[in-house]
């Protein structure tokens, strides 16, 4: 077996990571080192220091990323870092080399006291990271919208105007950018209810609008302190008419009738051919509300071929010391994971 050796990311490497990284993140060298400088310098939560780069020789062959990502648990707040960017030079896919560098920022995190690694990514290589000690959290069902034709945006989404909504009255409109606060506001106003949620703060907000290879489409409900709010999500590398699918990443409103509303809106203006949205943590109101504005409702079947393509997350022990609060994460139903998408997060 080729020799590696595996080191952090130190600026030296930048331009080379942008390089070897345009497979995935397809947006040439100055978007993708933008887009490089926004996950990992400018994360309000934890910076690059378990990037983990693998090379043979002088050459760059392997390269896993870790970002912060803040949870609340049990009323406390705790960085969970999050497994992403996992590439490997062609010809080691299928070879032990993404093991090797798993197992690298497993150490280090157990070194430094983090308990936990999560994982939102592609779940193609779920087997395997099963047998090497990672536990499923899902999958989970997610509501589809496809559309006989892609919607292509006509005019930029602040341009478009404000709607009444049909069943709550509120007037709902399209942002220009993100309201932060007022979106960090509506989150601290609801009930937060059980389980790790992820921690939706005005610095969060700002964070993940900021991501320079993707669209943020921001729509609120009424005046004043918000009644509500949606986030769309489309790639920024992607043409409306594209493959890639549009997922609405978060929605929060303090009636049933502002939630339809704003979907409600948003399905009748969102870009691209399909229209994705977690169903998780929904009230089945909400749901049915779905249901009734044309969406299909792609569930579990248990065969691993079809539920690969379903949204989920996995989690590993690092056998670092576990705080109390966060001893029973490998749980299924204990998660809370209304406001996130994997999607929210490239």
Same mark, same amino acid.
């Given at each position: 077996?080729?020799?590696?050796?595996?080191?952090?990311?130190?600026?030296?490497?930048?331009?080379?990571?942008?390089?070897?990284?345009?497979?995935?993140?397809?947006?040439?060298?100055?978007?993708?080192?933008?887009?490089?400088?926004?996950?990992?310098?400018?994360?309000?939560?934890?910076?690059?220091?378990?990037?983990?780069?693998?090379?043979?020789?002088?050459?760059?062959?392997?390269?896993?990323?870790?970002?912060?990502?803040?949870?609340?648990?049990?009323?406390?707040?705790?960085?969970?870092?999050?497994?992403?960017?996992?590439?490997?030079?062609?010809?080691?896919?299928?070879?032990?080399?993404?093991?090797?560098?798993?197992?690298?920022?497993?150490?280090?995190?157990?070194?430094?006291?983090?308990?936990?690694?999560?994982?939102?990514?592609?779940?193609?290589?779920?087997?395997?990271?099963?047998?090497?000690?990672?536990?499923?959290?899902?999958?989970?069902?997610?509501?589809?919208?496809?559309?006989?034709?892609?919607?292509?945006?006509?005019?930029?989404?602040? &341009?478009?105007? *404000?709607?009444?909504? /049909? @069943?709550?009255?509120?007037?709902?409109? !399209?942002?220009? %950018?993100? +309201? #932060? &606060?007022?979106? *960090?506001?509506?989150? /601290? @106003?609801?009930?937060?209810?059980?389980? !790790?949620?992820? %921690?939706? +703060? #005005?610095?969060?907000?700002?964070?993940?609008? /900021?991501?320079?290879?993707?669209?943020?489409?921001?729509?609120? %409900?009424? +005046?004043?302190?918000?009644?509500?709010?949606?986030?769309?999500h489309r790639s920024g590398v992607d043409t409306d008419d594209g493959e890639t699918p549009t997922t609405i990443v978060d929605c929060e409103a303090t009636s049933d009738e502002v939630f339809a509303d704003l979907v409600e809106a948003a399905l009748t203006r969102l870009p691209g051919a399909e229209v994705l949205m977690w169903v998780r943590d929904l009230p089945a109101v909400r749901v049915?509300?779905?249901?009734?504005?044309?969406?299909?409702?792609?569930?579990?079947?248990?065969?691993?071929?079809?539920?690969?393509?379903?949204?989920?997350?996995?989690?590993?022990?690092?056998?670092?010391?576990?705080?109390?609060?966060?001893?029973?994460?490998?749980?299924?139903?204990?998660?809370?994971?209304?406001?996130?998408?994997?999607?929210?997060?490239?």
């Open positions: 077996m080729s020799e590696f050796s595996f080191t952090a990311c130190t600026a030296r490497d930048r331009a080379e990571i942008a390089d070897f990284q345009d497979s995935l993140w397809r947006g040439g060298r100055d978007a993708n080192l933008a887009y490089m400088d926004w996950k990992y310098a400018t994360n309000p939560h934890l910076d690059d220091r378990y990037v983990t780069l693998a090379r043979e020789g002088g050459e760059l062959v392997g390269m896993v990323g870790v970002f912060g990502a803040c949870w609340e648990v049990a009323g406390e707040r705790f960085m969970l870092p999050c497994l992403t960017d996992t590439v490997v030079a062609p010809r080691y896919q299928g070879s032990p080399l993404f093991r090797m560098l798993i197992d690298e920022v497993v150490a280090r995190l157990r070194a430094d006291g983090v308990p936990w690694l999560l994982d939102f990514g592609d779940q193609g290589a779920g087997p395997a990271m099963l047998m090497n000690g990672w536990r499923p959290i899902g999958p989970w069902a997610q509501a589809v919208v496809k559309r006989e034709k892609p919607l292509v945006a006509e005019w930029p989404w602040h &341009e478009l105007p *404000a709607v009444r909504g /049909a @069943r709550s009255g509120l007037t709902l409109r !399209p942002l220009a %950018a993100v +309201d #932060a &606060e007022a979106m *960090a506001g509506l989150v /601290a @106003r609801l009930p937060g209810g059980e389980g !790790p949620r992820p %921690a939706r +703060d #005005a610095a969060y907000f700002r964070w993940r609008a /900021a991501n320079p290879l993707a669209r943020y489409f921001h729509l609120v %409900a009424g +005046d004043g302190p918000i009644e509500g709010y949606l986030i769309g049915a509300a779905l249901g009734a504005l044309g969406a299909e409702l792609d569930e579990p079947t248990g065969l691993f071929t079809r539920d690969m393509y379903l949204p989920s997350l996995m989690i590993r022990a690092t056998g670092a010391e576990m705080p109390p609060a966060l001893s029973d994460l490998d749980r299924p139903d204990g998660w809370n994971l209304s406001g996130v998408s994997g999607r929210a997060w490239r």
